[in-house]
C-alpha cells in the first residue's frame, strides 16, 4: 500500500518513521509511475501485466462481463430455443445480420465474451498470487517497530508510573497476546508491537479466491452439461439415450455417447388438484408424478414421487417435472370402415393456466380414401379440459378434466413427413394437403365429446374421441461444477462480510524510564482506515494495562514556592502528569490511513 505523509514526498527521517510503522496493512502491490522515456518492449510489457492484474481493471473486467450478459438475456439464444432465434430472422431482416456477425444469437460461446471472460480469470490470478505471497510473508515476520514519536500517531494516550519499565513491557506483552493480537518485543527493546485484524485481508483474499473457483465452475458447467426435454403419456416409459429426447442441447466437450448417464423411468401415475374457488381458482395445489425406475442396465426397480423443485436425482443426473397436460384418445377408420388408428393418445400442448390444449393428428400410414387411394390425414387439434357450453368461448375455464371437449378440422393429403424434412409433430403442413368440405362448401370441423364420432365428408371414414390420457414433461440435466459454484458464492460472501466488517490494526507500547527515575508509559494506535474503533480499543487496552500492572506515579515530594525557584525554560516538560490515561485522537502526519 502506498504511504501518505503530509507533503507530496517524505523529507525527514520522522516521517520515514511514521510511514514505516502503517505499512503493510495491506497486500495491495506498491505502484510505480513508469519512466516513459527508458521504457522498451519489457518495460511496456511489465506495464501492461501490472494494469491487467490491478484490481481496477479486474473490477472493469467484471462489469464488462455483467453488461455482456444482457443481451444474452434479452436475445434469443440458438443453445436455448433454437426456433425462437429462426423466427426471429425471419421478422427482422436488417437486425438479424448485423445480430450474427456480432454474435448476440450465441453471446456465451462467442469470441468477444470469451476474450472477456479469458482476461478476468487471469487478471483475477495475477492479483492473487502475488498478494497471497506477500501475505503470508507478512505472517511470518515480526510487526513493525514502534515509530519514535508515537504522539504523532492517529490514537495515543501516556501516564508515569512507579512500576519498572520491564515490568509495564512484559504485563503489556501479555496483555495483547490475551487480546488475540500478534505481539512481540520491539528490537529496540524498550518497546512492545502488536498488530490485529489479519481475517481481514483473509477474508479479501478469499473472496477473490472464491470468484476464481466460480468462474472455473461455470465454465466447466458449461462445457459438459446437457439438457433434455421428454413428453411422457401415463404408462410409458424412458431411457436416457439420445434418440428417446423431444429435444436435446449439450456443451461443446459433452459426448453423449459415452457421457449419459444410464438410467431408465416409467411414469406410473400424474395427479394435479387445483383451488376450486376464491382469488386463486385454478392454482395447482398438488402437482406431482409417480414413476418407478432403474439405474444402470440391470438396477433393481425402485418408486420416486416427482414433484415441483423436488427433482429424481440419478447418478449426477436430475429429472424435474417441468410440464403436464392432456391427450385425446382417438380411433381413426377408413372409407371401408378399416381401423388405421386404435385408441391411440394424441399428446397436446397446453396454451394457458387452464390448459387449452391445441396440437395435430397425423394418420400417416395404412388410410385409403373412397376411391381406395392412399392418402394421409390431417386434423387441427383444439382441446378444453373444461368446456363452458354452447356460446361460450373455445377456451377451458378449469385445468381439471370436468367437461372435455374436442375440436377436430380435417385435412386430406400429404402430410410431408415422407419428405426427408424434420417438422413439428404439433403442427401439419399444409403445403400438400386439401381440406374436407363440409355441407356449407367451408372447411369441415366438429366438436366432440367423449363417446362422440366425427364422420367425414363422402364416406371417407370417421374418428371417435374416445377419452383422455394425462402426460406429464420431464426435464432431464446434467450440471456439473454447480457444488463448487455453490460453495465459492458461499465462501465470496464470507470473505467480502470479512473484508468489510474487520479492521486491520495495530497497537504499541512504549515503557521508558524518564529523567526523574519516574517510567513513563506511551500507547498508540494506528489503523487502515480512519475509524473510532481503534481510539476505543486502545482506551480499553491502556485501561487494562493501567489497572493491571502500571499504577499512577507516587506522588512527588512538595516543591518549593514558585516565588524563591528560578523561571522554568518554555518547553512541554512542564505539563501535569494525568491521573489516568486519557486517549485522544491527533492528526497523523506521515502515518498511513
Known amino acids: 500500500m502506498s504511504k501518505t505523509t503530509t507533503g507530496t514526498t517524505p523529507t525527514t527521517d520522522e516521517e520515514q518513521d511514521l510511514g514505516a510503522a502503517g505499512s503493510q496493512l495491506s497486500t495491495a502491490p506498491k505502484e510505480e509511475a513508469p519512466n516513459l522515456p527508458s521504457l522498451g ?15 481496477r481493471v479486474a473490477l472493469l473486467l467484471l462489469l464488462l462481463l455483467s453488461l455482456g450478459a444482457i443481451p444474452g438475456s434479452l436475445i434469443p439464444q440458438d443453445g436455448v430455443d433454437a426456433l425462437k432465434v429462426e423466427e426471429f430472422r425471419d421478422n427482422h431482416d436488417i437486425l438479424a445480420p448485423v445480430y450474427d456477425k456480432l454474435g448476440l444469437f450465441h453471446v456465451y460461446s462467442s469470441v468477444w465474451f470469451s476474450a472477456i471472460y479469458i482476461l478476468l480469470f487471469v487478471s483475477l490470478i495475477g492479483c ?5 505471497w506477500q501475505f503470508v510473508g507478512q505472517l511470518r515476520g515480526r510487526p513493525p517497530r514502534a515509530p519514535r514519536r508515537l504522539d504523532r500517531l492517529p490514537a495515543y494516550t501516556t501516564w508515569r508510573t512507579g512500576a519498572e519499565p520491564e515490568e509495564v513491557r512484559e504485563a503489556a506483552l501479555k496483555l495483547l497476546k490475551q487480546r488475540r493480537f500478534r505481539a512481540d518485543a520491539d528490537a529496540a527493546g524498550d518497546a512492545v508491537t502488536a498488530e490485529k485484524g489479519y481475517l481481514r485481508e483473509v477474508g479479501n483474499l478469499a473472496f477473490h479466491i472464491a470468484l476464481i473457483v466460480m468462474l472455473i465452475a461455470f465454465a466447466w458447467g458449461q462445457l459438459f452439461k446437457y439438457e433434455g426435454n421428454k413428453l411422457i403419456l401415463e404408462g410409458d416409459g424412458f ?7 423431444d429435444d436435446f442441447k449439450s456443451g461443446n466437450l459433452f459426448d453423449a455417447a459415452h457421457d449419459l448417464a444410464p438410467f431408465s423411468f416409467t411414469l406410473k401415475d400424474f395427479r394435479g388438484t387445483y383451488e376450486a374457488t376464491g382469488p386463486n381458482r385454478g392454482t395447482p395445489r398438488v402437482y406431482e408424478a409417480k414413476v418407478t425406475y432403474n439405474e444402470g442396465a440391470h438396477g433393481a426397480e425402485k418408486s420416486k414421487t416427482i414433484e415441483v423443485n423436488k427433482p429424481l436425482d ?12 392432456y391427450a385425446p384418445i382417438l380411433t381413426v377408420k377408413d372409407a371401408k370402415g378399416d381401423v388405421v388408428m386404435d385408441k391411440q393418445a394424441v399428446a397436446l400442448l397446453p396454451l394457458d393456466a387452464n390448459v387449452t390444449s391445441s396440437g395435430a393428428v397425423k394418420v400417416m400410414d395404412g388410410y385409403r380414401n373412397a376411391k381406395g387411394e392412399k392418402e394421409q390425414l390431417g386434423f387441427n387439434a383444439f382441446f378444453l379440459p373444461t368446456y363452458g357450453g354452447k356460446g361460450s368461448a373455445m377456451l377451458s ?22 419428405a426427408g424434412i424434420p417438422q413439428s409433430i404439433y403442427q401439419l403442413d399444409k403445403t400438400n394437403l386439401e381440406e374436407f368440405k363440409g355441407s356449407d362448401g367451408k372447411l369441415f370441423k366438429k366438436q366432440l365429446k367423449v363417446g362422440e364420432t366425427m364422420t367425414l365428408p363422402n364416406g371417407a371414414g370417421s374418428v371417435t374421441f374416445n377419452g383422455v ?36 490494526r495495530r497497537v504499541w507500547v512504549r515503557a521508558v524510564r524518564g529523567a526523574d527515575g519516574v517510567t513513563v508509559v506511551e ?12 481510539p476505543e480499543e486502545l482506551g480499553a487496552l491502556a485501561g487494562a494495562l493501567y489497572d493491571r500492572a502500571a499504577p499512577d506515579a507516587p506522588e512527588a515530594p512538595e516543591a518549593p514556592d514558585a516565588s524563591d525557584a528560578p523561571e522554568a525554560p518554555d518547553g512541554p516538560e512542564n505539563d501535569d502528569t494525568p491521573d489516568s490515561p486519557d486517549t485522544h485522537v491527533v492528526p497523523a502526519e506521515g502515518a498511513e490511513k
Open 314 to 325: 440419478i447418478d449426477g443426473s436430475k429429472v424435474y417435472l417441468v410440464s403436464h397436460g
Open 397 to 418: 375455464s378449469f385445468p381439471a378434466l370436468i367437461n372435455p371437449m374436442l375440436a377436430l378440422s380435417a385435412y386430406h393429403g400429404d402430410l410431408g413427413v415422407d
Open 469 to 504: 390420457q394425462e402426460w406429464a414433461g420431464f426435464q432431464v440435466t446434467q450440471q456439473p461444477g454447480s457444488g463448487w459454484a455453490l460453495g465459492g458464492a458461499v465462501v465470496a460472501i464470507l470473505g467480502l462480510a470479512g473484508s468489510l466488517f474487520i479492521q486491520r
Open 128 to 132: 492473487i498470487v502475488p498478494r497471497t
Open 523 to 534: 500507547m498508540a494506535g494506528l489503523g487502515r482506515s480512519e475509524s473510532a474503533k481503534v
Open 239 to 245: 431411457s436416457n439415450t439420445l434418440t428417446q429426447y
Open 41 to 55: 518492449v519489457t518495460g511496456w510489457a511489465r506495464w501492461f501485466w501490472r494494469q491487467l492484474t490491478s484490481m
